[in-house]
């Protein structure tokens, strides 16, 4: 019995100093005024890698949720006679929950684990202690244009996925399944509105954006510099990312709505 | 005797293991300091505590009068612009060109024109020998030429200090001549103050100033290469000649018999 509790206990100081470090790093990284001479330019950078290059997984997958969504809602809806609230329905599915939330599980997979394997491999061969001799501080160089990237570009990519997300229910209820067009469109207009389901989505997304790159970097700042290492801290980022979102998604819905 | 760098009672412990007791060394000014000693001694994280990438629990660390351990962060980073680490694995930015590495300390540290920045870099290759290669990225260079390439960064921006981590591990004869007679040549033409971890005794001794031996976390023995070789304790002895047995076992200090566990 003592032993569990100690080793309970020792887990959960483990956990804290781990918590304690990450936020020292974010801190750290964010405090000071940035010089847009240097740093806009590694920020341009990493928005390309993180956002732009996410955008194809983004839209594929927006589009095929959409498309699903669409089905599904229609041969259900069919039975209660209530097709003509297909567009609420997919707008409201994709806007207040899915958007945002695939979204996130497919930035930390894509980007999130990127990032991680990325800074361990900086770490492992060295080139982080050597931008610390060389009096560049890592963090405002490395940690903090990677961080502001994935703020910019999770909101961005969520938008994306919205739009493209609905235009796939539109296809599948509209084009396919010969729904009326106005009666699709009508339905949306009507029942999503700006402040009540737009802004969640933005709010959720930005959220999402902070919790999956800030574990990104941290498990690739901390991780064993070693080949081992890097590789488990690839898959805690992803393992960590996806539950921080799921949980957090809760608690925002509990919010919002 | 001047010295830059003053380490004065410094215990160290990593992970629960004890690195350093009540080490203390003094490392002159302008000359070539060789820091030898067997594997894991802790050679490569005393020039981590130099740099004050690591914290020692207890002892002092002053460069230049400084103690680099009670500095902070600004103050740390300033002070780091005149020191510089030449890494075992060069640690060169891989995305980067070596023009690229170069001026990379240079970009960060000086608002000099981009066509000043390729004047010094151009400079600083020529110095290592490297020009012809700036176009080049660190992967296609070979293991010798990533080092003089890493070289050329680490004296860009003229520091004090230019601390050598094992710069001849792995290196085939010629090109540890060229990197011994690069680390002599620039210590006297630029005035720098040299510390070189290293294992390769034959090749330290015969540039070194000062020679200090690190083992079981303390020091050894130190003295000028003369000193050093005409030494009578045994482990120095059989550290210098690398001698297969002496004060030093072969076999690594177990706890069971040998004999039981057959």
């Known amino acids: 019995m003592y032993e569990f509790l100690g080793a309970l206990g020792r887990y959960g100081l483990k956990k804290l100093a781990s918590l304690g470090r990450s936020t020292v790093m974010l801190v750290n990284a964010l405090w000071g005024v940035p010089k847009p001479g240097k740093h806009f330019p590694l920020l341009v950078q990493e928005i390309y890698f993180v956002g732009v290059q996410s955008i194809i997984i983004i839209l594929v997958s927006g589009l095929f949720i959409g498309m699903v969504l669409g089905l599904q809602g229609y041969n259900i809806l069919k039975d209660f006679m209530a097709t003509g609230s297909l567009g609420t329905l997919v707008a409201l599915a994709i806007l207040r929950e899915l958007g945002p939330v695939v979204t996130a599980l497919l930035y930390a997979g894509r980007a999130g684990s990127a990032l991680t394997a990325e800074i361990g491999q900086l770490k492992a061969s060295e080139q982080i202690s050597a931008m610390e001799m060389m009096a560049v501080d890592p963090l405002r160089r490395i940690i903090a244009p990677r961080f502001w990237a994935g703020f910019i570009s999770m909101p961005i990519l969520s938008i994306l996925f919205c739009i493209v997300g609905i235009y796939g229910g539109k296809f599948v209820g509209v084009d396919w399944l010969g729904l009326d067009d106005g009666i699709y469109w009508s339905g949306m207009q009507n029942s999503v509105d700006v402040i009540t389901d737009f802004y969640p989505m933005l709010v959720k997304s930005l959220v999402f954006a902070v919790a999956c790159t800030w574990i990104a970097l941290f498990n690739g700042y901390d991780c064993k510099p070693t080949s081992a290492g890097i590789s488990a801290a690839t898959t805690a980022t992803v393992v960590q990312s996806s539950l921080a979102v799921l949980g957090l998604d809760f608690v925002l819905t509990a919010l919002f709505f | ?262």
Not at chain 2, 157 to 185: H, N, R, S, W
């Open chain 2, 1 to 262: 005797m001047d010295s830059l760098i003053k380490i004065e009672h410094l215990w160290f412990s990593y992970e629960g293991r004890q690195i350093y007791r009540d080490l203390s060394l003094t490392i002159p000014k302008g000359k070539i300091t060789a820091i030898l000693g067997p594997s894991g001694t802790g050679k490569t994280t005393l020039l981590r505590l130099i740099g004050a990438q690591l914290y020692p629990q207890q002892g002092k660390v002053w460069f230049d009068n400084v103690d680099v351990h009670a500095l902070n962060r600004h103050a740390l980073y300033k002070l780091r612009q005149r020191m510089s680490m030449l890494f075992q694995s060069g640690a060169l930015f891989q995305d980067l060109t070596v023009f690229d590495n170069v001026a990379f300390p240079l970009r960060e540290h000086t608002h000099l024109p981009e066509d000043l920045i390729a004047t010094v870099v151009r400079m600083k290759l020529e110095a290592v020998g490297m020009r012809a290669a700036e176009d080049l990225l660190p992967a296609e260079l070979s293991g010798g030429m990533s080092r003089r390439a890493a070289l050329a960064r680490s004296i860009a921006l003229d520091p004090d200090l230019v601390m050598y981590d094992e710069p001849f591990v792995g290196q085939d004869p010629i090109t540890k001549g060229v990197l011994v007679k690069l680390i002599a040549d620039l210590n006297s033409s630029l005035g720098i103050t040299s510390v070189v971890v290293t294992h390769d005794v034959k090749e330290i001794l015969e540039i070194a100033d000062y020679v200090y031996i690190l083992a079981e976390g303390t020091v050894l023995g130190h003295g000028t290469p003369e000193e050093i070789e005409r030494s009578s304790d045994e482990r120095v002895i059989q550290f210098i000649h690398g001698d297969f047995d002496g004060p030093y076992a072969f076999h690594l200090q177990g706890t069971g018999s040998y004999l039981e566990a057959l």
